[in-house]
């Protein structure tokens, strides 16, 4: 009688044994499958990037890069958005001259959080240059972008004037004198007409993205026509 629940035992444990195994070889699988599908969807968004440079901006003297390897955007790292959470990576990098204007893009992702709390946040921000007097600051759509904000260490910049901007937007910068003098009547009614917008600037660069949003291949051309109207309207020049 024994020997017959030894047997039983044994077998069961043996069971167990083989239902781990397939499940570690199922889950081996699916994370295989996953990191596949995440490499063929980089290499065709990047090979529709070439495609698209090849066509709508034939004749441009214009660079792909899908890895960085030159560390044209080693900047970012500058900036808040550079600093954010960890495991950050930046792609398909798109610089060169296009219509007498400097091009500076990329794809930038970046995690936050750890475990199943943490989250990946990716974005193809546009880095221009900006009159080096132009003041430090952030701009971005209320809520999430207000967490990177913080790390200004300053109070969110409102103006009585036009509420709808304050409302819509947090704007910090450390001399908040200065930003509210470059922030004129005619920026803020700009920007109360292009909402969700994200922007830092720093010592005479400036970001331009959304949070979160990447630029189809096919839309290159609007998002850099848009990064350069922004960047016109904080020189006083308005489209």
């Not at 036009?162 to 930003?179: I, Q, R």
């Not at 400036?206 to 026509?225: D, G, I, Q």
């Amino acid at each position: 009688m024994l020997c017959l629940q030894s047997a039983d035992g044994a077998s069961s444990g043996f069971m167990v044994l083989v239902g781990i195994s397939v499940l570690v070889v199922l889950i081996g699988v699916s994370v295989a499958t996953v990191l596949v599908l995440i490499r063929r969807q980089a290499r065709q968004r990047a090979e529709a990037f070439v495609e698209v440079l090849g066509s709508q901006f034939a004749g441009a003297d214009l660079e792909f890069d899908p890895e960085d390897s030159l560390g044209r955007c080693v900047r970012l790292q500058e900036f808040k958005v550079g600093s954010a959470g960890g495991r950050r990576k930046m792609r398909n990098v798109i610089s060169g001259v296009w219509k007498g204007r400097e091009v500076l893009c990329c794809d930038y992702r970046y995690v936050i959080g750890h475990g199943k709390h943490q989250r990946a946040y990716s974005q193809t921000i546009m880095m221009m240059s900006l009159a080096p007097s132009f003041p430090s600051f952030v701009l971005g759509p209320e809520g999430f972008f207000a967490k990177i904000a913080q790390t200004f260490g300053a109070s969110d910049i409102d103006f009585p004037t036009h509420p709808e901007f304050s409302k819509s937007y947090v704007l910090k910068g450390k001399d908040e004198e200065a930003v509210r003098a470059a922030f004129s009547f005619d920026l803020l009614e700009y920007f109360e007409g292009q909402l969700g917008l994200t922007l830092e600037s720093h010592d005479g660069l400036l970001l331009f993205y959304r949070v979160n949003k990447r630029c189809k291949p096919t839309a290159l051309e609007a998002f850099l026509e848009e990064g350069f109207e922004v960047r016109d309207a904080l020189g006083g020049k308005f489209p």
